[in-house]
């Protein structure tokens, strides 16, 4: 059963009238959280990505199709996920998507699997046994939980759906001081550094909405100079950059030769992982190895601040793309290389099955369709 709440409720907070009649078969409620309160009860989770934020849903997609739910157990919120549905003409099916969650590794408490089984068991519930639905999780892929995640939905009658090509994605360990995080970079890497160290280049952090305008010009030559696809929601950054809750404010890495920003990242540094949103080098910047700079004055800051563990650099677009080498190098000896685990669903019925899963289907599809007519009519590709 689910309910709107109207407050925030801390993972300390107990409910001083608890509604015991409503407790779902595994004793969790699943609460209704206002998308303005979402956010500053699930900033400090250690695993808060943008996904998983109200900011960055709202910022992409209509409020009408975004459920925020927060599940609760012995009177206290243990965790949650950021839901989006598709409905199905009539109303005859619907599609729940769960992108990189749910939340379940509160900040101030030891991560504890059975509460992640809590909270995906009382979401199932809720999203595919009473909305009547088909509920599809795609999970993020993480160098310490993927493989537990993962075998807690199939156990929970999940099946895998989809496994997405190039799955690699690449964790810098940064729990280490900066001189072994260099000691651990591939020796070409390194190599590639020093030379890139040698320029005239400037590094800064810049935070809202300055970050946001000195980052987008280089993104836009890069995306223009490579005749990149772009599917992504990177214009989302300007209103994500001055989110209300502080905490989930991206940052933004930019390098400058002289006074022209020739490389620029956006950088969540929310959660215990950091994570590489989006990043650029221009013509210039890319003569200049401004790239290799530009990381490793990253790299250098996230050593540094004790509560991140890992820099996510993300993966590819193909298995062919030259971003795995890059990528590799910088992960180095002492990071990881963790597959993307595959979609899961689970539906309430044949019919909801059959929509979830041909409405994943004609996704892909379109993604494909549209790749593929960017390379030949750029202007009608989107």
Not at 110 to 123: F, G, K, Q, T, Y
Not at 160 to 187: G, K
Not at 246 to 260: N, S, T, Y
Request: charge should be positive; include cysteine.
């Amino acid at each position: 059963m689910i309910f709107d709440s109207a407050f925030p409720m801390t993972p300390e907070f107990v409910r001083p009238d608890p509604v015991a009649t409503a407790a779902a078969a595994n004793d969790c409620v699943v609460r209704r959280l206002d998308p303005a309160l979402w956010d500053e009860q699930f900033a400090e989770y250690r695993d808060i990505v943008h996904e998983q934020t109200a900011c960055f849903n709202m910022a992409r997609w209509p409020a009408g199709a975004l459920q925020f739910l927060a599940v609760e157990r012995q009177n206290r919120i243990i965790g949650g996920a950021v839901v989006r549905t598709v409905k199905a003409p009539a109303n005859l099916a619907r599609l729940s998507i769960l992108r990189w969650g749910p939340l379940w590794r509160p900040a101030h408490r030891e991560p504890d699997p059975a509460n992640l089984s809590h909270i995906v068991r009382a979401l199932t519930d809720e999203l595919v046994s009473r909305q009547k639905g088909y509920m599809l999780v795609i999970p993020r892929s993480d160098p310490e939980y993927s493989a537990m995640e993962s075998e807690l939905f199939r156990d929970q009658g999940f099946e895998a759906v989809y496994q997405p090509p190039a799955p690699e994605r690449y964790f810098v360990d940064v729990d280490m001081p900066a001189d072994q995080a260099m000691a651990s970079l591939n020796q070409k890497w390194r190599y590639n550094l020093r030379k890139s160290q040698k320029q005239d280049l400037r590094f800064e952090w810049y935070q809202g909405s300055e970050g946001a305008a000195l980052f987008q010009p280089v993104f836009r030559q890069m995306m223009s100079r490579k005749n990149f696809y772009d599917s992504s929601p990177v214009d989302s950054l300007e209103q994500i950059a001055v989110s209300d809750t502080k905490a989930l404010r991206p940052e933004f890495a930019i390098v400058f030769d002289k006074d022209e920003p020739v490389a620029a990242a956006a950088i969540d540094m929310s959660g215990e992982r950091s994570i590489y949103l989006y990043g650029a080098t221009n013509k210039r910047g890319n003569a200049l190895r401004a790239g290799y700079f530009m990381q490793w004055e990253i790299v250098k800051r996230l050593c540094g601040t004790s509560r991140i563990r890992w820099y996510d650099l993300g993966g590819a677009t193909s298995e062919h793309c030259s971003l795995h080498q890059f990528k590799r190098g910088l992960t180095g000896k002492a990071g990881v290389v963790s597959d993307i685990p595959p979609y899961f669903g689970k539906g309430s019925d044949a019919l909801q099955i059959t929509f979830g899963k041909a409405a994943l289907k004609s996704r892909l599809l379109k993604f494909q369709a549209q790749k593929q007519l960017h390379r030949f009519l750029p202007a009608f590709s989107k």
